[in-house]
């Protein structure tokens, strides 16, 4: 399975950024499906994850109520969409997959396959 993330940018604080992540592999859609992200200097951190239908999403506390996951089967790709960007949310974001299709997963280490990370630089 290989990911890849895509649609970072510049954008000025309150602002928005669409992410996308396609993904090869027939079995996408039994997929758990995540994005993390690693600002400068500090540890991996989850921001979303949602399960195989998009039926149920799961959030980090600094993401609810700004960010949203969603999928489509057809095209094999995850999409997190930010609004109300903050200087915070600067980092390069990844996604991941978990072939097994747990629910919800928040750990970097239950995910399987991880794509290369696309920069989002949030200015003031």
């Known amino acids: 399975v290989q990911l890849q993330a895509s649609g970072g940018g510049l954008v000025q604080a309150g602002g928005s950024l669409r992410l996308s992540c396609a993904a090869s592999?027939?079995?996408?859609?039994?997929?758990?499906m995540g994005w993390f992200r690693q600002a400068p200097g500090k540890e991996r951190e989850f921001v979303a994850g949602?399960?195989?239908?998009?039926?149920?999403?799961f959030y980090a506390a600094s993401a609810k109520g700004r960010f949203t996951i969603s999928r489509d089967n057809a095209k094999n790709t995850v999409f997190l969409q930010m609004n109300s960007l903050r200087l915070g949310d600067t980092a390069v974001y990844y996604c991941?997959?978990?072939?097994?299709?747990?629910?919800?997963?928040?750990?970097?280490?239950?995910?399987?396959?991880w794509g290369k990370g696309t920069l989002v630089t949030v200015s003031s």
């Open positions: 991941a997959a978990d072939p097994a299709g747990r629910v919800p997963i928040i750990r970097g280490v239950e995910y399987t396959y």
């Open positions: 949602i399960n195989w239908n998009g039926g149920s999403t």
């Open positions: 592999g027939r079995t996408f859609n039994r997929y758990t």
